[in-house]
């Protein structure tokens, strides 16, 4: 079918990264965005091939395949994906919009794609950083309630990572050059919180020298982020829900009323269910604040970014040192349940950077209470010899695949990875033996 000149010119007016596929998931037409992004060479290619590098369409390799939900639908879907680029791997969120015939048939499907600017798979000092499902879950939901003014609530374990979350959220929302203001609501006493929160004028009580903009007025045209949000005792919610309501607040000493302007982040590792239930929360602030809750998994159930996050949390102790973990020692943390999570893992390597002379860190290095789950444990698969992270995978990609018995589905399952994710590493290693079951499925 002959694409028209209205088609083309109208796919060149995207600024992102946009292209006309077939049904059949072919590339028909890019426009220049996405030629610079992935390009010149992808005519006659499947859009897979282009931004997975593989031989089957996604959904084969455990992820939502936007284009083939459009097509069961007949609806306008999107989803996020991690795609290769001339400039390396990025996390990108892939719309597909169905364009009809005059007879209502589905002819083509225009795919655009929006990069995530809030995390990377490669390693940088600032951001989110992660690879596995729980971790793109988490990064949809961001993506998702970003651009938005709709409150949020973090949910978890302490030491997930609540306040980087929001502030990636804050960075990506439409609200990112105004201020992103952290308020410890653990650390506000009820004699201060006034004050603290709305400011006051001078003299409006002793030691009131001058006035002072309280942490409300901060926040104008950005983020107001309420950590620890279960901790504010009943008659300060009052006064908070209050402000939420009418976006109305005064000064201490003053009967002016001031105009609020902020996005409301909250966060807490308490179940404020069971706390409203129990009368230790008020009811209607709990569903004021969480309009749209997000639940940060917990490091247990990431063992999959263990490596990656090892490596940015090195960068940040030691910028100016090139510190690496032997691959003993990642086994034993991967085996490790992580009860601080990400901010028990940075003082283990902390720890382990103070007490290392060379440049791994080994077993030795690590805390008792993290050697003592895995110290009759048999590292077959690892050499003694000290060797690059990238080359020990290889080998243990290569002993795995010989001795394990089950498919490779169950094979991912135990590796505690994606289908996607392991074929993409026995393709990078050459394993292709094991990937020519992968490129049936």
Known sequence: MTISAEVKALLQCYPEPAILLGKDYHILLANAAYQHHYGEEYLSHYCYEVSHHCKVPCEQMGETCPLKTSLKTRQPQE??????????????????????NDEGDIIYLLQTIH????AKEKLQNQGLVGLCDAFNRLLVQISR???RETSVLLLGESGTGKELVSQAIHAASNRAQGRFVPVDCSGLSESLFESEMFGH???AFTGAHIRKQGLVAAAQGGTLFLDEVGDIQLNLQVKLLRLLETGIYRRVGSVEPQKSDFRLICATHRNLKEMVSRGGFRQDFYYRISAFPIFLPPLRERHEDLPMLI??????????RRLSIHPQALQILQSYDFPGNVRELRNILERASVLVDGDFILPEHLPQ????????TEYEPVSPVVMPLC???QQ???WVVQHFEGDNKALAKQLGVSERTLYRKLKKNGNYSAMTIFEHL
Request: aromatic share 6%; charged share 25%; glycine share 4%.
């Open 201 to 203: 004028e001078k003299g």
């Open 391 to 393: 080359q020990v995978e």
């Open 311 to 320: 490596e940015n949390q090195l960068q940040r102790i030691l910028p100016q």
């Open 369 to 376: 209470e993290c050697r003592q789950i895995v110290e009759k």
């Open 145 to 147: 309630v970003a651009p």
């Open 115 to 118: 990069d995530i600017k809030v």
């Open 79 to 100: 989803a996020l994906h991690s795609h290769h680029t001339l400039h390396g791997e990025t996390y990108v969120k892939v719309q597909i919009l169905p364009i009809y």
């Open 396 to 398: 243990y990609l290569q």
